[in-house]
C-alpha cells in the first residue's frame, strides 16, 4: 500500500541553523501539506502546497519558512534561522484530488526536530 | 471559538467495551468533512474514518462508526468491541471546503488519550 515517507526520522538541530525537511508524498497525489505538533499539543496546519505553488499558510507558516518540490516526488520544508520553539513534530500529508472536503489527507510518520 | 472541541482528555475502558469519542465541530460552512485519525505512541497519523457533511448515513470502517449528529454539531467516534491495539491518541479533524480554494488544511481538536485496559 502506497504510504507517504518522511526524512530524517529525527534531527537534532542548534538554535540559528537551517534544517530541511524531507518528504516524498504518495505517487499520485496532488496536495501537499505541512503540519507541526508541539510535544502534548494538537496538530497544527502549516501550509497547502497545489500545482507548484502555496494555496494556504496558516499564521505559523512565517519568513523563516518555505516549501518547495524540486523534483516530481520530493516536497520539502525548510526553517531558515531555527529557534528552540521550533521544537516538533513535522508532519507531511498529502491528498490525490477531488473536493477538498472529501478527500483524505494521509500524513507521513513525522520528523522530530529538537532544537538545542 | 474553538472549531473543533474533544471534551475527554482521557479515557479508560476495559478490553472489549464498546467506547465513544465526542467531537463537537463549529462551521458556517455548508459543505465540509470530518476526519479521525490515531496517533499511537509511535507518533504517527492513521486514518480511520471520514464522514461528509451532505451523507445520509453514517460512516462505518471495520469497528470504527461515525455517530453524525448534523444539527447538533457532533462527529462522535465509536470503537466496537476495543483491543488493547487501540490505547493511542485520537483526534478528530475537520476541512471546509469553501475556504481557500481547495488545498487548504484541516483544523484538528485537542486529541483525547484512551487507555485500553485488560
Known amino acids: 500500500e502506497p504510504e507517504v515517507t518522511q526524512t530524517p526520522s529525527h534531527q537534532v538541530t542548534q538554535m540559528g541553523q537551517e534544517v530541511i525537511l524531507r518528504c516524498v508524498p504518495i505517487?499520485?497525489?496532488?496536495?501537499f501539506y505541512w503540519y507541526r505538533q508541539i510535544l502534548g499539543q494538537k496538530v497544527e496546519f502549516l501550509v497547502s502546497f497545489y500545482n507548484n505553488e502555496i494555496s494556504e499558510k496558516s499564521e505559523i507558516f512565517d519568513d523563516q519558512f518555505s516549501v518547495e518540490r524540486p523534483d516530481g516526488s520530493n516536497f520539502t520544508l525548510k526553517i531558515r534561522s531555527t529557534k528552540l520553539e521550533d521544537s516538533a513534530m513535522y508532519f507531511c500529508?498529502?491528498?490525490?484530488?477531488?473536493?477538498?472536503?472529501?478527500?483524505?489527507?494521509?500524513f507521513g510518520p513525522g520528523t522530530r526536530l529538537t532544537v538545542l | 471559538a474553538q472549531k473543533i472541541t474533544q471534551t475527554q482528555p482521557g479515557m479508560f475502558v476495559q478490553e472489549k467495551e464498546a467506547v465513544t469519542l465526542d467531537c463537537t465541530y463549529d462551521t458556517s460552512d455548508p459543505s465540509y468533512g470530518l476526519f479521525w485519525y490515531k496517533q499511537p505512541s509511535s507518533g504517527e497519523m492513521i486514518f480511520l474514518i471520514y464522514q461528509g457533511s451532505y451523507d445520509q448515513q453514517n460512516a462505518t470502517e471495520g469497528r470504527y462508526s461515525l455517530n453524525f449528529q448534523k444539527a447538533r454539531k457532533s462527529a462522535n467516534l465509536v470503537i466496537s468491541a476495543s483491543q488493547l491495539g487501540d490505547s493511542a491518541m485520537y483526534f478528530c479533524a475537520m476541512r471546509e471546503a469553501s475556504s481557500g480554494g481547495g488545498a487548504d488544511g484541516l483544523t484538528f481538536g485537542k486529541g483525547t488519550h484512551l487507555i485500553i485496559q485488560p
Open positions: 505517487s499520485n497525489h496532488l496536495y
Open positions: 500529508a498529502s491528498r490525490f484530488s477531488g473536493s477538498p472536503s472529501t478527500d483524505t489527507q494521509y
